[in-house]
């Protein structure tokens, strides 16, 4: 409706404009025609080669015009009708000025006419040649050219607001035919696809910008569903643990063990509190949360990190190839992924774990290699996902809940950067994370 309506008045008014315009262009044209017959009957009224002298007298006027000539006034400096043709003779003057040069006048009488003025040389003085021709005939084509116009922009309005209102009728339908099938699919199914038209590019690149979208939203459920029951699992089993352990110490006090297992109770309350805490990261990040972005330098946060591990764990932390690298984002953030690669190569290090930070063109690489049991190729992938631990890993890993490196491969893809595990690596794991170089410019306070 609000397309036919505008394409309604759009054309209304472009089509009254050309109305106008083609009433003047074609009156302007009837008057220009007349002109140059009224200059033309004063050309045959002056060809008798005497020039402008003898006009004094009407007779030789008279003469030249003939039968069925010109309609002449000869009005003298006074304004009085010296002469004046068969069909004029009962009016006064045409016109009061008096030109100096060939004019042209339309006078409003009892008739209009369309008169042209040139002023001559009399016997003894200059009087005004006019002549004059009939506006009856001009008037009536002008005034049928309107009628029509006036009958037929209407019609061709009406005509055109229907065409319009039919043909963009059916441009939408397959539209709104996609909004409905859309409007179907339900949290339940949305496995479902739209049809792809191929009556239309537009409508083609539509469905399948829809049916992207579906898939997004698709996968996004699928991964909630798959977050929440692995999350569920996750708490269950030490929320059990921990109740199956107070309700036998509290059937049995006088045998329980309040001390110890106070400290096992502990132990796995502090699990729960990481885990919890991993569990809120992962949720803001699939928020997607407006990334906060500062200079951060990386190797800062590797050597405050890499010397809580050694301190803790007593391993070798090797950081001699640890350079200077500044990026922007959130220093909380990075550092959550440096502390989390580091307490990973820490749980599975034989020994020894060495970490590398240096710019590598327009990247910051940041690489973190223990020199414990490495991880399969067919797993390099599934370590980044959520709750994945695999079984030697699950073995070793004291009170790991298998998010660590979801959560850091959520973070650097967040700052567009990459992390992988090098499957070149011949002893251990070696994590590789790329970051994009970041400088600040202290005096705009920008990147």
Not at 206 to 227: K, P
């Amino acid at each position: 409706m609000r397309v036919t309506a505008a394409a309604v008045v759009v054309a209304a008014v472009a089509r009254a404009i050309g109305g106008f315009a083609m009433v003047a262009i074609q009156r302007n044209q009837l008057i220009a025609a007349i002109d140059d017959g009224l200059r033309e009957d004063l050309r045959e009224i002056q060809g008798d080669g005497s020039g402008r002298r003898g006009f004094g007298d009407g007779n030789a006027i008279r003469r030249l015009l003939g039968p069925g000539g010109a309609e002449v006034q000869l009005i003298d400096p006074g304004g009085a009708v010296r002469f004046s043709s068969d069909s004029l003779a009962a009016m006064d003057a045409l016109i009061d000025e008096r030109p100096d040069r060939l004019s042209f006048f339309t006078v409003d009488g009892a008739e209009r006419l369309r008169v042209a003025a040139l002023p001559v040389d009399g016997a003894s003085e200059v009087a005004v040649l006019v002549v004059a021709d009939d506006l009856t005939d001009t008037d009536e084509a002008l005034r049928r050219l309107g009628t029509t116009l006036l009958v037929s922009i209407p019609l061709l309005v009406i005509v055109l607001g229907a065409a319009v209102w039919v043909v963009t009728g059916r441009a939408l339908r397959p539209v709104d035919a996609l909004r409905r099938e859309v409007d179907d699919i339900t949290a339940a199914d949305l496995h479902r696809r739209v049809d792809v038209p191929d009556s239309s590019e537009e409508l083609e690149r539509l469905a399948t910008t829809m049916n992207g979208m579906l898939g997004r939203r698709e996968d996004s459920v699928r991964r909630q569903r798959e977050f929440v029951g692995d999350a569920s699992h996750e708490l269950r089993s030490p929320l059990a643990g921990m109740r199956s352990e107070l309700e036998v110490n509290l059937a049995h006090p006088e045998a329980a063990a309040w001390p110890e297992s106070g400290r096992r109770l502990l132990d796995e309350t502090v699990r729960m509190q990481s885990l919890v805490e991993q569990l809120l990261l992962l949720a803001r990040g699939d928020g997607r949360e407006t990334l906060r972005r500062n200079p951060v330098d990386l190797d800062d946060l590797v050597l405050g990190e890499a010397s809580a591990l050694r301190e803790r764990s007593g391993l070798v932390v090797d950081l001699s190839e640890v350079s200077a690298a500044q990026v922007l984002g959130d220093p909380i953030g990075l550092a959550q992924v440096v502390r989390n690669l580091l307490d990973n190569a820490g749980r599975h290090a034989a020994g020894r774990v060495a970490v590398v930070v240096r710019e590598v063109g327009a990247e910051v690489e940041l690489v973190v290699h223990d020199d414990g049991p490495g991880v399969a190729r067919a797993d390099a992938e599934r370590i980044f996902e959520r709750f994945a631990r695999l079984d030697e890993a699950r073995a070793r890993d004291s009170g790991g809940a298998g998010l660590g490196l979801a959560i850091s491969r959520e973070i650097v893809t967040r700052h567009g950067g990459t992390i992988h595990l090098d499957p070149a690596a011949s002893v251990g794991a070696r994590f590789v994370v790329r970051l994009p170089v970041g400088t600040w410019n202290p005096s705009t306070g920008a990147a």
